[in-house]
């Protein structure tokens, strides 16, 4: 996987390895190894000690291209490459999913042409939540469970890629 981080020009390989024998993951960039332990993971914030040293990750704004992120205060753009999504949703797999249960993203590209809800008001299974246009047929994004929405992703008028994230459910 190769991730070009905004301001800095090299761009950095790395891929998973594994988990060590204390359940560590274990994470390969440019050719050395480095642990990765996860504290506590939730649909827009990550705590992990990195080689021991604690770090932040919040994480603003995510569509098919890049990942808008808080790194230790520090606004960052990564650029994603094509493997990354698949990478991020095994990560997300193994520690629990649940970036997977809070988010709402759209299965189809498109624009978005209502929203139907408000941040704070309560859903139920089978709400939409926005609805998008999509070569020239209205689709609506429902909502998967029941929930508060936490936060909207997206506005009218904007047009998104699959996978984007529309809302935020708590």
Known sequence: MEIKVDDIKEEFNGKIIGFDKEGNLVAQINGSDHLINVIDIKSDKFEFLFDNAFHEIKITEVTSTELKIILDGQPMFLKKHAKLT????????ISG???SQNTISSQIPGRVISIAVNKGDAVKQGDNIVVLESMKMQVAIKSPRDGTVRDLKVKEGQSISRNDVVAILD
């Not at 698949?86 to 797999?93: G, L, R, V, W, Y």
């Open 97 to 99: 999913g649940a970036t």
């Open 86 to 93: 698949e990478i991020i949703e095994k990560s997300s797999a």
